[in-house]
């Protein structure tokens, strides 16, 4: 068990470290955030702050030996320099290589009776018309790593689109398009000692590839089959040995839940737990890699909505406050690019 005052180090200088810091804080711990980029709202709220590259293994080991724990915010950290700090990380950098490449992650849920999309590994021989052959139009082409919020995405109606993309230099999956009925994601949290608790699942609606609004309570649709995702869910935990918050994401089908993606880390989609949960995805999060007890997961509000805060949404922010059931979170971001997560609202409405 981490004892309080001492200091947990975070892989990334974003808003969930900035929120996950605070949690700490909270706590009595101190955070040490590690980044390459100078500019970090994660690190305004933090203790201490090593701005260096993820491939400088001499800032990194420093950076281990100045902390009690590390974890992470950012899953695009690369794995190979980790090994200076793989003995205090949580969760392990397996669970990164694996959700890192889109591939490698679809088949590790399947080892578990998850069912993804239809996929294929685009061969850069073969080319992306092999693949739509073999998977069927429509579909998404994506990068296999580094994608996230829409980026690294191209939606393909039938095969002729193919033919008017040049295929970056990354390697790249096509998948087949779903047709569902909602978005939901399981958001779990296992300690040290193997005891798993969720969240209530929320619903998820998504705009040009980003995260919109989250819900409670969600359709019956997905309330039909979160039992389904939870056990899967808790078996890649288990498989990997997780520590801390996991995040997997699911379409809700006719024929049941299917796999989308994991996040080995706190997610947007379960930023309402900070006013509706009893005890936040962030601060379990810290109980859990801390080696500290877990935090109910109950929720404790009949109905909420979470929106986020795109772009330029940011700058009328605090005019949201007139409507006492609205929670306003801005990340601290200078600069309101189009596209870009500057904070969230969270609804509660007064009973």
């Given amino acids: 068990m981490i004892k309080a005052g001492g200091t947990i180090g975070i892989l990334g200088g ?3 470290g900035r929120m996950m810091a605070m949690a700490a804080a909270q706590l009595g711990y101190r955070c040490h955030i590690y980044a390459p980029d100078r500019e970090s709202v994660a690190a305004e709220v933090s203790a201490e702050f090593t701005c260096a590259a993820w491939t400088d293994e001499v800032a990194l080991a420093r950076f281990a030996d100045a902390c009690d724990v590390i974890t992470l915010e950012f899953e695009n950290v690369p794995v190979a320099p980790l090994s200076v700090l793989e003995h205090k990380l949580a969760p392990h950098p397996r669970a990164l290589e694996i959700a890192q490449d889109r591939l490698r992650e ?14 294929c590994a685009v061969d850069p021989v073969d080319g992306l018309h092999a693949a739509i052959e073999r998977v069927g139009t429509p579909g998404i082409l994506k990068t296999r790593a580094d ?10 109606a039938d095969a002729r689109d193919a033919d008017a993309i040049r295929l970056p230099p990354q390697q790249t999956i096509y998948e087949g398009l779903v047709r569902f009925t909602a978005e939901f994601s399981v958001i779990l949290v296992r300690g040290q000692d193997g005891e798993v608790r969720f969240w209530d699942s929320s619903e998820n609606v998504h705009q040009s590839g980003i ?34 918050v996991l995040t997997c994401e699911f379409f809700a089908t006719e024929s049941g839940p299917v796999f989308n993606e994991m996040a080995p880390r706190v997610h947007n989609s379960g930023h309402w737990s900070i006013e509706g949960a009893a005890t936040s995805q ?4 810290i109980r859990a890699i801390c080696g500290l007890p877990l935090g109910s997961t109950a929720t404790t509000v009949p109905a909420l909505s979470m929106t986020n805060l795109i772009g330029e949404d940011a700058l009328t922010a605090h005019a949201l406050l007139e409507d006492e059931a609205a929670h306003v979170h801005l990340y601290g971001k200078r600069e309101a690019r189009e596209g870009r997560k500057m904070g969230h609202v969270t609804w509660i409405p007064l009973s």
């Fill in 282 to 285: 962030f601060e379990n999060h």
């Fill in 147 to 156: 994608g996230y919020d829409g980026k690294g995405q191209w939606r393909i």
């Fill in 14 to 16: 974003g808003q969930l």
């Fill in 106 to 119: 679809k088949h590790f849920a399947q080892e578990f009776g998850g069912k993804p999309a239809p996929f």
């Fill in 211 to 244: 995260l919109a609004r989250s819900s409670l309570p969600a359709s019956d649709a997905i309330v039909a089959q979160v039992d389904e995702a939870r056990a899967l869910a808790s078996k890649i935990a288990a498989a990997l040995g997780y520590v801390g």
